[in-house]
């Protein structure tokens, strides 16, 4: 089985800054068609305080810092140049949707709110390109907690509304025992899932 998709992490959750321009990113588009990869993926388009395109509404409303690229315009022209299809991830604030009270009362709102201001946004600035093939949900979830449904159908209903039924895509993860923290000593955990639990 070949891989014909890659996700693009490019600022910031558990993954280093890689700091790169054009040309280092132009060079890793063409090694990547190389490689018989045909999608690439933004994993996100920002997460807490950073952003990978100078948004107005992230800007206003989460005081993210600006900056320097605008990585989503390089992208999107590098997939046009590579022949490949890009997929547009949201915006993950790192605390309205993993706050607790997402979980026991389903308080998704905000992330909701925000994002789709964002899709409004994104799609006024950059839905002209032919490259632009869809969207991804970047709030991953291993198991049907809280109202993640509720969010995804929300945010999936309103990226199509907006973008012409566009395809949107998801990121389920096995949260089995050995997903464990880079930052601990622990190699393993109790409270894991197994691929029947996740199944269901």
């Given amino acids: 089985m070949k891989i014909k998709a890659t996700f693009l992490d490019e600022i910031s959750h558990d993954i280093p800054h890689q700091n790169w321009g054009t040309e280092e990113w132009d060079k890793d588009f063409l090694l990547m068609k190389e490689v018989g990869i045909e999608t690439v993926v933004l994993i996100r388009c920002g997460y807490k305080k950073w952003q990978t395109f100078p948004s107005e509404v992230l800007s206003a ?11 989503v315009e390089m992208f999107l022209q590098l ?12 915006y993950d604030s790192g605390r309205y949707w ?15 709110e925000i994002n789709k201001a964002v899709i409004d946004e994104v799609w006024k600035k950059y839905g002209h390109h032919n490259s632009f093939a869809g969207w991804y949900l970047s709030q ?58 996740h199944t269901a």
């Fill in 79 to 90: 997939s046009r140049k590579h022949g490949m299809k890009f997929y547009f991830g949201l």
């Fill in 98 to 112: 993993t706050d607790p009270e997402f979980w026991v009362n389903g308080n998704y709102e905000l992330e909701v």
């Fill in 61 to 71: 409303r989460e005081k993210c810092f600006t900056p320097s690229t605008d990585l």
């Fill in 140 to 197: 991953e979830c291993s198991r049907n907690n809280g109202k993640i449904i509720e969010m995804f159908s929300t945010l999936g209903s309103y990226c199509k509304k907006v973008s012409g039924s566009l395809p949107v895509m998801i990121s389920p993860y096995i949260d089995g025992r050995k997903n464990v923290s880079q930052y601990e000593a622990e190699t393993g955990k109790g409270n894991g899932i197994n691929t029947k639990d």
